[in-house]
């Protein structure tokens, strides 16, 4: 079993049953996905880029990413229908709690001048987002294999109905959140 899954398990339902007085653990706010997203504006140019980043994603994830493609044109950015222009990622149950744990522990320590996660990050419906520069943060990616610098979104999707709830789960987890 994952090793942050059974800490929710054991400790961090009953404290948040505690403070939010849940009359079942059902109603208690749970991780329900974690989608990791690339955007890559510059694949549009170069095709090479979008295989890179779906090797990558890959390696980072454990499972193989999405290609997304454009849903329209636009000439300015010189996009056609139907291009590739980014991946992601659907992570859900055991490999999203590996995988949030692995963020925790390991990746976000290894950002250079780390402070902590913004609070302003919460959508209103108590989803998190944050967004990470580099891909070198990561130990399975290998600095001399990446040929062009990109970054990625991860988006915690979480079933509490409110943004304090969410943010008192991921603290609880041991995300590193700076105070307000």
Known sequence: MARLLEKYQKEVM???????HYKNRFSVPRLEKIVVNMGLGKAVDNKKIIEEAVKHLSIITGQRPLVTKSKKAISGFKLRKDIPIGCKVTLRKKRMYE??????????????????????????????????TELSVFPEINID???????????????GKSDEQSRELLKLLGMPLKSE
């Open 14 to 20: 009953q404290q948040l049953i505690d403070k939010f």
């Open 99 to 132: 995988f949030l744990d692995r963020m925790i522990s390991i990746v976000l320590p290894r950002i250079k001048d780390f402070r902590g996660l913004s609070p302003k990050s919460f959508d209103g419906h108590g989803n998190y987002t944050l967004g990470l």
């Open 145 to 159: 294999n990446i040929e062009s610098v990109e970054g990625m979104d991860v988006t915690l999707v979480i079933t």
